[in-house]
């Protein structure tokens, strides 16, 4: 069974300063890897999403993430981080039946903290 | 282009009652997907709807039950309501049938359910 592991249940970074968030899945064949990002009593906004291809992908509001087989990971970066940017980031793992997209996977979620 | 849209917005019952809620999909999209997320976790898949039949479904027991309509909108029924049942209801709809790979899921702003 295909699992998602998000290391950091809160992280605090300035504003300005740089972001990484981690994540770890559990994948039998290619994982289809996105990240979400929520915002409190909001529902999920899709920040971006790796399929195949480059394993750098780029996404909306300046974020990028890195997929890397060799290591299970899809780590969510920014390089400089807004005071907007303050929300729950979460990691998910999709599977392909050949039809479609079935149900999502996802980590339990990072809870991001911008000091001013 | 219209969004997910999700209704009520808010809704308390009691235990052993039961429940409705109801996604509309964006505009183009012909598969649903609902998702229950407990406080301070992550969505959880329920199951899926393609073609007004049931697609796939996550480890919840029977009295969680779907409807899709031809116009692809969708209901999520709960039976015999439990105070676990208390969580954000997410939908997600997504267009099944192109090309080249799995879908992207975009979400409504959910429903809280509260069960007393």
């Known amino acids: 069974a295909q699992s998602v592991t998000q290391p950091d249940i809160h992280i605090t970074v300035s504003e300005g300063a740089s972001l990484e968030l981690r994540c770890n899945y559990s994948y039998g064949a290619t994982p289809y890897l996105f990240w979400y990002v929520q915002s409190p009593g909001q529902g999920l906004q899709l920040l971006l999403k790796y399929f195949s291809g480059d394993t750098l992908v780029q996404g909306i509001k300046g974020f990028e993430a890195e997929f890397k087989r060799s290591q299970s990971s899809f780590n969510l970066r920014k390089p400089s981080v807004h005071w907007s940017d303050a929300a729950e980031y979460f990691c998910a793992v999709g599977s392909y039946s050949g039809g479609g997209a079935d149900g999502l996977t996802f980590g339990k979620g990072t809870h991001l903290i911008i000091q001013p | 282009e219209t969004g997910v849209t999700q209704s009520p917005t808010h809704l308390i019952k009691t235990r052993g009652q039961q429940v409705t809620l109801r996604c509309s999909s964006q505009?183009?999209?012909?598969?649903v997907s609902w998702y229950q997320q407990a406080l301070g976790q992550g969505p959880q898949f329920i199951f899926q709807?393609?073609?007004?039949?049931?697609?796939g479904r996550g480890n919840f027991p029977p009295r969680f039950s779907g409807l899709q309509f031809p116009n692809y909108s969708s209901e999520l029924n709960v039976n015999a309501l439990e105070l676990d049942d208390s969580a954000l209801y997410l939908c997600?709809?997504?267009?099944?049938?192109?090309?080249?790979?799995?879908?992207?899921?975009?979400f409504g702003p959910g429903t809280r359910l509260t069960v007393t």
């Open positions: 997600a709809s997504s267009n099944r049938g192109k090309a080249g790979g799995p879908d992207e899921q975009y």
């Open positions: 505009s183009g999209h012909n598969t």
């Open positions: 709807y393609y073609r007004e039949e049931e697609n």
